[in-house]
């Protein structure tokens, strides 16, 4: 009897798992795919995150676009950085100083990018691990690069702090703007140098710093011991692998009813897994999807265009053209608006539109985008141009199979497992004060 049960319980989870493509499962993620993290260092971390001194005009935080009020991003299309106030869908233009321009591309969640897996971050890829480079990874700066960032998590904070519209601050205002305006990025008075300053004059951080990284009281605080920490702080804090996907994988509670049909499809007929495979639900690849581009696109001050090429602005290749990196599902139900210009605040007409690349542009409805107001903003440039979307039409993948109703629903009831309440409300939470004394985004 013992022996039956054994054999019908076996063969109860083989069926479980072969109805959702068992040989497409990925394995369960263990402590060996994510990269260590020092708890000290995750500490000084938390306080720099949350910490307007890092921005041109201190009043703007890693947290003002990746809270985790909004799931690590700020809830709207495409944010409002530099001479914004606010949080989130409430954030609007300060009167006194507004934007320029809206940030050009949706706030990507920071789940999991201390995973051992992540290769290229940012929607066009534009750090990525490349062991042909003497840091390991490949980024704009290429040989300007400074040694001493720990890997392309913590080089991807070099990005905000110097960009005019997310942290920087418009030029002249400040003594960071100015520096990178004149292109005075490493070095002795460069903006990083500039901002590790700051920091450093801080008692507070003087001694967070020399707890984490002893030898700074000799040799003084860089702008990368900064980014190491708060790297650390990011991958400890938005770890995510305690959804009941995860519980699932490692045989603890199976999935069941619409979230098992919804698992079958996605590894199965739906061909979701194609691209988002693994783990983490992502190939690391790019993908050219038929997106809706909105607000000012991708280009240099000098470009009159706003289109947005995606990785093709990387890389230089024509067929990288309109492509982007497929991100992460882990907690997707929570980080929209979602796509690279955030153009849809709906994840079920999502759905629909991402199985049919080529027919994606001619059913968008322009409701479904989250623009808190901005004066000026031409945001429907590219969609009001025949020529522009017919180009990114072209650039489409084929389209998937075209789903039912109850079959996004199925795929909606599977995505949800994908939650994970440990990751959605953080570790370390966010801090009562820092030492700078500034206000904190809550």
């Known amino acids: 009897m ?11 989870l083989i069926l479980a798992a072969g109805a959702a493509g068992a040989a497409d499962l990925p394995a369960p993620l263990t402590d060996a795919d994510y990269l260590p993290v020092s708890r000290v260092e995750a500490d000084l971390g938390r306080w720099l995150f949350y910490d307007p001194i890092l921005s041109g005009n201190r009043n703007i935080s890693c947290a003002t676009c990746h809270h985790p009020r909004f799931a ?34 949706n706030a990507p969640a920071l789940f999991n990018m201390g995973a051992r897996e992540m290769r290229a971050l940012f929607h066009d890829g534009r750090i990525e691990r490349d062991p042909s480079r003497k840091a390991g990874f490949r980024t704009p700066l290429e040989e300007d690069m400074e040694d001493g960032f720990s890997g392309i998590l913590s080089a991807q904070t070099m990005f905000p ?5 997310e942290m920087a601050g418009h030029y002249s205002e400040n003594d960071i703007s100015t520096a990178v305006r004149r292109g005075r990025i490493t070095g002795p008075g460069g903006a990083w140098d500039l901002i590790a300053a700051r920091v450093a004059a801080i008692p507070g951080y003087a001694d967070a710093f020399a707890a984490a990284y002893p030898d700074t009281a000799e040799r003084g605080i860089a702008f990368t011991d900064i980014s190491n920490a708060v790297a650390a702080f990011m991958a400890l804090e938005w770890r995510s692998d305690q959804s009941p996907f995860d519980a699932h994988l490692r045989g603890q509670a199976a999935l069941t009813g619409a979230a098992a049909d919804g698992m079958a499809l996605f590894y199965g ?13 992502t190939d690391h690849g790019f993908h050219a999807m038929g ?8 280009a240099a001050r000098f470009e009159r265009h706003a289109r947005d090429e995606g990785r093709m602005r990387v890389t230089g290749r024509a067929e990288d053209r309109f492509a982007f990196r497929t991100p992460s599902l882990r907690n997707v139900m929570q980080t929209g608006p979602w796509g690279h210009a ?3 605040a709906d994840l079920r007409v999502f759905l629909a539109a991402h199985q049919r690349p080529g027919h994606a542009l001619a059913s968008y409805d322009r409701a479904l985008a989250v623009l808190p107001d901005l004066a000026g903003a031409q945001d429907w440039r590219v969609l009001d141009d025949a ?40 570790r370390l939470g966010i801090p009562d004060a820092v030492p700078s004394e500034l206000p904190i985004d809550r």
Do not use: W
């Not at 013992?2 to 109860?12: H, P």
């Not at 997106?291 to 991708?298: A, E, T």
């Open 2 to 12: 013992t022996y039956r049960r054994t054999i019908q319980a076996a063969l109860a």
């Open 72 to 105: 690590t991003g700020d809830g709207v299309s495409l944010s409002l950085g530099e001479g914004g106030i606010g949080l989130g869908p409430d954030r609007r233009p300060d009167p006194l100083n507004p934007p320029e321009q809206r940030i050009p591309r």
């Open 161 to 165: 702090v110097l960009s005019q519209d």
């Open 269 to 281: 007929a739906a061909g979701c897994s194609a691209c988002h495979s693994g783990p983490l639900q």
């Open 291 to 298: 997106q809706p581009q909105i607000g000012p696109g991708k």
């Open 342 to 344: 955030g153009a849809y």
């Open 387 to 426: 020529a522009e979307t017919a180009a990114i039409t072209a650039a489409a993948a084929p389209d998937g199979p075209e789903l039912s109703g109850p079959q996004i629903d199925m795929l909606l009831a599977f995505l949800a497992m994908l939650s994970d309440p440990v990751a959605l409300s953080g």
